[in-house]
Nanobody, 121 residues
Framework: QVQLVESGGGLVQPGGSLRLSCAAS????????RAWYRQAPGNQRELVAY???????KYADSVKGRFTISRDNAKNTVYLQMNSLKPEDTAVYYC???????????????WGQGTLVTVSS
């Protein structure tokens, strides 16, 4: 079993910043990557960014240059620094533990509970 706990969401004005955290515990040794997804009302869940244990990262085109994913292996925690936030970034953000292979991220069935990010004036 893997437990993922997200934190850091909230209300922010357009152009503002937030940092999300995802702390993992349990049997995470069989996975080698972690990702952030988001789901806005009425939309499907979409991949925002992922990072492998070796530090390889990839971002959705919609967040490139604004979001940065990083990890602290000693704390089993992955962060998502979100800058220049836009109203269209409003969504519930979920953390997933998965596998990175051949420049592709494969999600597992382990998800956090989600944290709500609202970008509004």
């Amino acid at each position: 079993q893997v437990q993922l706990v997200e934190s850091g969401g909230g209300l922010v004005q357009p152009g503002g910043s937030l940092r999300l955290s995802c702390a993992a515990s349990g049997s995470i040794g069989r996975f080698n990557a972690r990702a952030w997804y988001r789901q806005a009302p009425g939309n499907q869940r979409e991949l925002v960014a992922y990072i492998s244990s070796g530090g390889h990262t990839k971002y959705a085109d919609s967040v490139k240059g604004r979001f940065t994913i990083s990890r602290d292996n000693a704390k089993n925690t992955v962060y998502l620094q979100m800058n220049s936030l836009k109203p269209e970034d409003t969504a519930v953000y979920y953390c997933n533990e998965g596998t990175y292979a051949i420049v592709t991220y494969y999600p597992s069935d382990y998800w956090g509970q989600g944290t709500l990010v609202t970008v509004s004036s």
